[in-house]
């Protein structure tokens, strides 16, 4: 009998939260009763290593998803799969489009990871119209629409007007056994040591306007005023250089560090006081829940989308506004008084967890789980 076969449509161009995200995933698919190929877009970066040797991965010439489309069409008419997954936007454009040229049968389902409506907000009205009119055009097409959040799906469908049933919520293989283990890894720092009795509050992520470490300065200057406690802010982008000068401006910069990227985060987040999550749009926001997962106390801002839903609407750690100093600041002072029970973060986020993630895709999907 032949084995079911399943492909995954993806582009790695980079060390993102998606590649990781694949990545994990498919080292857990491998062990489904299934075939796996995984067709690349592009193959940049550190997570195209972690691909399984037992997939077959099959890199495309085109390197840019909306010129790749000949070359899908020509995938889906030789190796007919079972179901193909196309991951982010234009690929799922560039698959349904593929599948049309190709006359296939095979269902076509995506995954998006973002709130779109937030991603575009400070674009022109002419690019916004262009992607909306897309997704209104090309999603209605799809088997099933895969997103990361509640918050995802509500966006698309107000979007796009899909019925319910086409849409539906697959949360991110965020944890796995490895981040866990590699949380326990030391860490060169001095405010990271065990014999450092200040607080370290973390953030995590690109230093750009969507993650607004900028608000997140701000309150700690409040927090500063009242306690002793540190700010570190893990990741690179380009306005390292304008949130130093901010923190020299709020006379803190000598209790805040920006040590760059890290390639083992977790090591220093499970070092943490608290974990702060300042963004202003996520999909579904891997550092908090990674910083959960390691039971370390977090605040975050109420953005769309996921946060609420990790912490069940601010009842399991503080949500606050986006952009207002002095309530994350009041937060950050009241997490660090009293941290939440850890045991209470960590089972928040089981769905997380790879394997459960895994197999709701593979339900999603219509193909047969991993043989227990």
């Not at 980079?14 to 590649?19: A, C, I, N, P």
């Not at 179901?83 to 076509?108: D, G, W």
């Not at 409040?222 to 390292?240: K, S, T």
Request: hydrophobic share 45%; glycine share 6%; net charge positive.
């Amino acid at each position: 009998m032949t084995r079911p076969k399943l492909a995954i449509l993806v582009s790695f161009s980079g060390q993102g939260g998606v590649e990781r995200m694949i990545a994990n995933l498919c080292e857990v698919l491998v062990d489904a009763p299934i075939d796996l190929d995984i067709l690349l877009i592009k193959a940049r970066g550190p997570h195209v290593g972690r691909l399984p040797r037992n997939a077959r991965v099959i890199p495309l010439r085109a390197q840019h998803s909306l010129t790749s489309i000949w070359e899908v069409a020509r995938y889906l008419r030789r190796e007919r799969p079972t179901a193909l997954l196309a991951i982010k936007h234009r690929a799922i454009l560039a698959a349904l489009r593929a599948k049309q040229l190709a006359r296939s049968q095979t269902p076509i389902s995506g995954r998006l990871g973002t709130t779109v409506s937030a991603a575009l907000a400070n674009k022109s009205p002419r690019r916004r119209e262009r992607w909306y009119r897309a997704m209104r055009r090309y999603y209605p097409r799809l088997h099933r629409l895969i997103a990361v959040s509640q918050g995802v799906a509500d966006d698309v469908l107000d979007i796009t007007d899909m019925p319910d049933a086409q849409i539906t919520v697959v949360r991110n293989p965020t944890i796995t056994p490895e981040l866990l283990k590699a949380a326990e890894a030391p860490v060169n720092h001095p405010w990271l040591q065990s014999d450092s009795d200040t607080p370290v509050i973390m953030g995590v992520g690109r230093l750009t306007e969507q993650k607004d470490f900028s608000t997140l300065l701000s309150a700690f200057a409040h927090v500063q005023r009242q306690r002793a406690a540190r700010l570190m802010i893990l990741g690179d982008g380009n306005l390292r250089e304008a949130l130093l000068a901010q923190a020299r401006e709020l006379n803190i910069a000598e209790h805040v560090a920006l040590p760059g990227f890290q390639a083992n985060p977790w090591a220093w987040m499970s070092r943490a006081s608290v974990f702060a999550l300042s963004s202003r749009w996520e999909g579904s926001p891997n550092t908090l829940t990674e910083a959960m997962a390691l039971g370390i106390p977090v605040v975050s801002t109420d953005c769309p989308s996921g946060p609420s839903e990790l912490l069940t609407a601010g009842q399991i750690a503080p949500l606050v506004d986006m952009g207002d100093v002095e309530a994350l600041a009041h937060a950050l002072l009241s997490t660090l008084d009293n941290p939440p029970d850890t045991a209470v973060l960590v089972d928040a986020v089981k769905a997380y967890h790879r394997d459960v993630s895994a197999a709701a895709y593979l339900h999603t999907l219509g193909l047969p789980s991993a043989e227990v």
